[in-house]
């Protein structure tokens, strides 16, 4: 084979790969080919799952809102439960003390 040959063989060999690729993309795009309809689909699917997904970043938001606004009501109560025990434990001194007091004075008469 001479130089001539292997360069019409080459060329021949090159035309048809190029060919049956082309052949391949067109094949490809032929049955993979999405529709009118299916775009507008594609479309509304895509505009709902933004709208989900800015539903749930205001869940988000409302759901620390209101996790913090509790958080703030369970440190008060908090708050008021201790201030509760202690006046309650102080009542329960003054009553011992006035009891002990009641106690002396009946014991003295």
Not at 74 to 91: C, F, K, P, V
């Amino acid at each position: 084979m001479n130089r001539t040959e292997f360069i019409i063989v080459t060329a021949i060999i090159l035309m048809a790969a190029f060919a049956m690729g082309w052949f391949a993309h067109w094949l490809i795009h032929r049955f993979a080919r999405v529709s009118g309809e299916e775009m507008g689909e594609l479309d509304h699917l895509s505009s709902m799952l933004h709208e989900a997904e800015e539903a749930r970043d205001q869940a988000i938001i409302y759901l620390e809102q209101r996790e913090a606004e509790l958080m703030n009501q369970i440190t008060q109560t908090e708050a008021e439960l201790r201030a509760a025990m202690e006046g309650l434990r102080d009542a329960r001194a003054e009553a011992e003390e006035m009891r002990a007091y009641i106690e002396r004075m009946h014991a003295n008469s």
